[in-house]
């Protein structure tokens, strides 16, 4: 599979049209690091591989369980084939555990177990900041067509969380939050797109609560790659 053009930059991957299949793309997982919408940035070096190598496990794990993502294959350490989609211009945020955004914007307690899974909406545009949005909301953006593509999205989100949470409590950590993002095939299917690492989750140790994921970098608690070392490791393990 080779490269062709430069397609998309992001501020975690560069995506490249593939020279043999139009229907294919190729996902390059940059080293960049970058927080509160890039205005936090730092290179840090291998960080680009070890997402590629969680997401692609977990990736494979939620494809085992049934759901459809973008994933063909994992080429070398920092690239992986994937279907070509459009993207549904929504992060959709799944939360078990309330910390981030919830606890500033609703003043819940750090930590507060939700009595329910609790899923969000944010528009992804960095120019406004991914605002959260309604239901309404995301339908007056034209970011889905009907409320039965917004049912589609919540109810993925469900069931992929319910998959790794109980993946991850077996590897004695947290799943407290995530991010996922959707896309359409041209047959208009809606799969999982993008990436889940420790750049799009939080996961906190079951014993002693520490912080392995990007919030090591947001917070400068420092070891970032060390953190996501370890997620990699128990993924494995
Ligand atoms: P938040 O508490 O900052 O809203 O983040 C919720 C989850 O979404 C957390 O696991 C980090 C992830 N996330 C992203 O992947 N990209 C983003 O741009 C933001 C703001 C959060
Ligand atoms: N993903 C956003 C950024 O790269 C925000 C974040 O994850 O904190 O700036």
Not at 85 to 97: A, D, M, Q, S, T
């Amino acid at each position: 599979m080779t490269k062709d053009k430069l397609i998309y930059e992001g501020k975690a991957k560069k995506m490249w049209s593939v020279k043999e299949d139009d229907d294919l793309l190729i996902a390059e997982f940059k080293d960049s690091l970058t927080a509160f919408n890039g205005v936090k940035k730092a290179e840090e070096s291998g960080k680009g591989a070890l997402n590629n190598k969680i997401s692609t496990e977990i990736f494979k794990l939620l494809e085992k369980h049934g759901i459809k993502t973008d994933l063909v294959k994992k080429i070398d350490d920092t690239n992986q084939v994937v279907k070509k989609c459009k993207i549904i211009p929504l992060e959709v945020v799944v939360r078990n555990i309330a910390t981030g955004s919830l606890t500033k914007r609703l003043g819940i307690k750090d930590g507060t177990i939700l009595p329910f899974t609790l899923v969000e909406f944010c528009y992804k545009n960095d120019e406004l900041n991914d605002p959260i949005l309604n239901d309404d909301h995301c339908l007056l953006l034209d970011a889905v067509k009907t409320k039965d593509e917004l049912e589609v999205l919540k109810a993925e989100a469900k069931k992929i969380n319910k998959i790794l949470k109980d993946f991850f409590d077996k590897k004695d950590l947290k799943l407290v939050d995530f991010k996922v993002e959707f896309g359409k095939t041209k047959d208009g299917e809606i799969i999982l797109a993008d990436e889940i690492s420790p750049d799009s989750c939080r996961f906190w140790d079951k014993n002693t609560n520490e912080k392995l994921d990007k919030d090591r970098f947001r917070q400068d608690l420092g070891n970032v790659k060390v953190a996501y070392e370890e997620v990699l490791r128990r993924i494995l393990g």
